[in-house]
């Protein structure tokens, strides 16, 4: 009677809580010595997700039996830990306990989870060993994992060898040749199939769409007898992924049964192509929502810079969970708005739920924009700290390096890239930039060529770093050397910022009818980058000829940026061009070109403190300004001239 109602306890479990409290039940009543409760409660650990739960309650069998071990490895397969299934099931071998039909069946859902096809030749040696090569669940997980992990060779000669198929060997085997694209043969077995699914349907329409035949996925989809959410879900996916979008919502309109998961699929879809106000159309159309659905809406607000309607969801928001202040934090990050981005990132922390790498990577670009190293190693000491430096992923490297070269710490920098274990030509490339950009030349250039060495192939953000890096340090021929280097030996189109490089490493160097050459063979219009950097360079060899060519351009491609009116007027006055500055000013206030506001921050005890030129949101303006004109008063006793103060 006890031992039932324990059964029925733990079949009734929903919620990770409910579990502690009835193994804490069992412990305590000495019940967990009988075998079929611990597989229960192993079992339960595994229908919800708790793979480290159901390891720590195998524990309590000094020597587990198969059923035991096998239920242990389920549930590493369930919480997506196939390396852990494998482990579990070494130290079952070890324990000299014989597999069951049921053990390699998990292990090799855990294959095609790894992809790892050595794993699955494995198990399938010892299906054979332990006889069980003629059971269909075996031949069937084979076919599955053999396929899942691109060896559709042994899958297919699974396939052909079985005595009997079912409905399972025909979809999996299909599913595997359509997932590799491989349609033509899927699509012989699956006029082959002496009977069909839904499954089947929609592995063949999948097929379609993933080699981008959508007109004969949708012939397909037509000629389907009945319909489940998935067929459509899948159908709908297929146009949104090649931009189909009144396709996809015409076919979202009939479908006639619309789960929470079709309305998400449609309003993502929406929300990646910018169509944010279909996408809030039918956000308002939804019975019922859910976290996801809010904060597929704030990403694509994000995506398409519109800030202020990001947060006004964000802050509507019912529920929010840690993706959803991810999206938040790193869109501010990603949109030029690191100060909002930590602001929200402290009221995260607030919440007591860890970050993710996503939402830390996030907070760290945002301190690489303002260049405030005391705020950035706050949070990679609280943060990252505990992660061995071998075990950061390449992203967060690469992030940990361009947030402490922004902040002027080039050396701290350079020991995160030494300390890494896994770097990828972005690693070298922000490391290289960062030489570059703090004008250490030889060290970037040296860098590249290990990078090379190690057998790494640059991309077109390398040579941005490399032709910087001779700009800067004025390495003229290497530069022009790197810059024939890529088309030539990489084959990579240099782009405008490649250009800009080049025009400002040949302006640095005053050969500014070299840059102009450079500029007339270029394959494509200049833009505004190329004409800055040529203006910039004519600023600082006063050459007010090509400045007025470069200017006229800058004045058609960005008639609202001072800054052009500015440089070019400098240019005038180091010549004594006094005549020119007054027309240059009065062409500005004819066009309505107004200066840009001056802004500034700096970082007081990791708080940043934000300035804009005659701004006085500050909480303390009052006193800063007082301070600022008792300066101004004491700088004029001593003999300054309002105009040298301003």
């Known amino acids: 009677m006890v031992v039932n109602r324990c059964l029925d306890l733990l079949h009734h479990c929903c919620h990770p809580k409910q579990l502690h409290q009835a193994h804490a039940h069992l412990l305590i009543s000495g019940l967990l010595s009988l075998p079929h409760l611990l597989n229960a409660l192993i079992r339960t650990c595994a229908r919800l997700g708790l793979a480290q739960h159901a390891e720590r309650a195998l524990s309590h069998d000094p020597n587990p039996n198969?059923?035991?071990?096998?239920?242990?490895?389920?549930?590493?397969?369930?919480?997506?830990?196939?390396?852990?299934?494998?482990?579990?099931?070494?130290?079952?071998?070890?324990?000299?306990?014989?597999?069951?039909?049921?053990?390699?069946?998990?292990?090799?859902?855990?294959?095609?989870?790894?992809?790892?096809?050595?794993?699955?030749?494995?198990?399938?040696?010892?299906?054979?060993?332990?006889?069980?090569?003629?059971?269909?669940?075996?031949?069937?997980?084979?076919?599955?994992?053999?396929?899942?992990?691109?060896?559709?060779?042994?899958?297919?000669?699974?396939?052909?060898?079985?005595?009997?198929?079912?409905?399972?060997?025909?979809?999996?085997?299909?599913?595997?040749?359509?997932?590799?694209?491989?349609?033509?043969?899927?699509?012989?077995?699956?006029?082959?199939?002496?009977?069909?699914?839904?499954?089947?349907?929609?592995?063949?329409?999948?097929?379609?769409?993933?080699?981008?035949?959508?007109?004969?996925?949708?012939?397909?989809?037509?000629?389907?007898?009945?319909?489940?959410?998935?067929?459509?879900?899948?159908?709908?996916?297929?146009?949104?992924?090649?931009?189909?979008?009144?396709?996809?919502?015409?076919?979202?309109e009939l479908m006639p049964q619309k789960d929470i998961g079709s309305w998400n699929l449609m309003i993502r879809g929406l929300c990646q192509f910018g169509e944010?106000?279909?996408?809030?159309?039918?956000?308002?159309?939804?019975?019922?929502?859910?976290?996801?659905?809010?904060?597929?809406?704030?990403?694509?607000?994000?995506?398409i810079g519109d800030l202020g309607s990001a947060v006004l969801f964000f802050e509507q928001m019912p529920e929010k969970n840690l993706i959803s202040w991810t999206v938040m934090i790193s869109g501010f990050a990603h949109n030029g708005a690191p100060i909002q981005a930590l602001d929200l990132f402290w009221r995260f922390e607030q919440m007591g739920i860890e970050p993710d790498e996503t939402c830390i990577l996030g907070a760290i670009s945002a301190c690489s924009?303002?260049?405030?190293?005391?705020?950035?190693?706050?949070?990679?000491?609280?943060?990252?700290?505990?992660?061995?430096?071998?075990?950061?992923?390449?992203?967060?490297?690469?992030?940990?390096?361009?947030?402490?070269?922004?902040?002027?710490?080039?050396?701290?920098?350079?020991?995160?890239?030494?300390?890494?274990?896994?770097?990828?030509?972005?690693?070298?490339?922000?490391?290289?930039?960062?030489?570059?950009?703090?004008?250490?030349?030889?060290?970037?250039?040296?860098?590249?060529?290990?990078?090379?060495?190690?057998?790494?192939?640059?991309?077109?953000?390398?040579?941005?770093?490399?032709?910087?890096?001779?700009?800067?340090?004025?390495?003229?021929?290497?530069?022009?050397?790197?810059?024939?280097?890529?088309?030539?030996?990489?084959?990579?189109r240099p782009s405008e910022r490649h250009y800009a490089c080049m025009v400002d490493l040949l302006g640095r160097a005053g050969c500014l009818r070299e840059v102009l050459e450079l500029i007339e063979t270029m394959p494509f219009e200049p833009?505004?980058?190329?004409?800055?950097?040529?203006?910039?360079?004519?600023?600082?060899?006063?050459?007010?000829?090509?400045?007025?060519?470069?200017?006229?351009?800058?004045?058609?491609?960005?008639?609202?940026n001072s800054g052009n009116y500015v440089l070019l007027s400098n240019v005038y006055a180091a010549k004594n061009q006094w005549e020119n500055v007054s027309k240059l000013r009065a062409m500005r206030r004819e066009r309505g070109v107004r200066k840009n506001r001056g802004c500034s921050w700096i970082e007081v005890n990791s708080c940043v403190h934000e300035f804009i030129m005659e701004d006085r949101r500050h909480p303390d303006s009052n006193s800063i300004y007082e301070v600022l004109e008792g300066l101004l008063g004491e700088m004029m006793l001593i003999g300054h001239g309002i105009d040298d103060l301003i």
């Open 527 to 560: 833009g505004s980058s190329i004409w800055g950097a040529m203006l910039a360079a004519c600023r600082v060899h006063c050459n007010v000829e090509l400045a007025e060519v470069a200017a006229k351009h800058l004045f058609k491609i960005e008639p609202d």
């Open 369 to 492: 924009q303002l260049g405030i190293l005391e705020t950035g190693e706050k949070i990679i000491q609280k943060h990252i700290n505990q992660i061995a430096k071998t075990e950061l992923s390449p992203q967060m490297v690469t992030s940990m390096i361009d947030m402490y070269a922004k902040c002027g710490a080039v050396d701290k920098a350079y020991r995160i890239f030494k300390e890494a274990r896994d770097k990828d030509v972005v690693c070298y490339s922000a490391m290289i930039t960062a030489f570059a950009n703090h004008g250490k030349g030889e060290e970037a250039l040296g860098l590249f060529y290990r990078m090379l060495e190690n057998g790494f192939r640059p991309d077109g953000v390398t040579f941005m770093g490399v032709l910087s890096a001779c700009s800067h340090s004025a390495l003229i021929e290497e530069g022009k050397k790197q810059f024939e280097s890529m088309s030539k030996d990489y084959g990579i």
């Open 66 to 252: 198969a059923f035991l071990w096998t239920s242990a490895i389920h549930a590493q397969v369930c919480s997506n830990l196939p390396k852990h299934a494998f482990v579990l099931f070494q130290s079952m071998l070890a324990h000299q306990a014989r597999p069951l039909e049921f053990t390699l069946s998990s292990l090799l859902k855990a294959s095609a989870l790894n992809l790892d096809p050595r794993s699955c030749l494995s198990l399938h040696t010892h299906v054979e060993k332990l006889g069980f090569e003629s059971w269909i669940l075996l031949q069937n997980g084979l076919v599955d994992a053999y396929a899942k992990c691109g060896r559709l060779d042994l899958a297919r000669e699974v396939f052909d060898e079985m005595d009997e198929r079912d409905l399972v060997s025909w979809n999996s085997i299909i599913a595997g040749y359509s997932g590799q694209g491989e349609v033509g043969i899927a699509r012989k077995l699956f006029e082959e199939m002496p009977e069909r699914n839904s499954i089947s349907w929609t592995s063949i329409i999948g097929g379609y769409l993933r080699v981008g035949d959508l007109v004969e996925a949708r012939t397909l989809f037509d000629r389907m007898g009945e319909r489940d959410p998935a067929s459509w879900r899948v159908m709908i996916e297929g146009y949104l992924a090649y931009g189909e979008i009144v396709a996809a919502q015409y076919l979202f």
């Open 276 to 303: 944010m106000c279909r996408a809030r159309v039918l956000f308002d159309q939804m019975p019922k929502k859910n976290v996801a659905s809010w904060t597929m809406m704030v990403d694509g607000f994000m995506k």
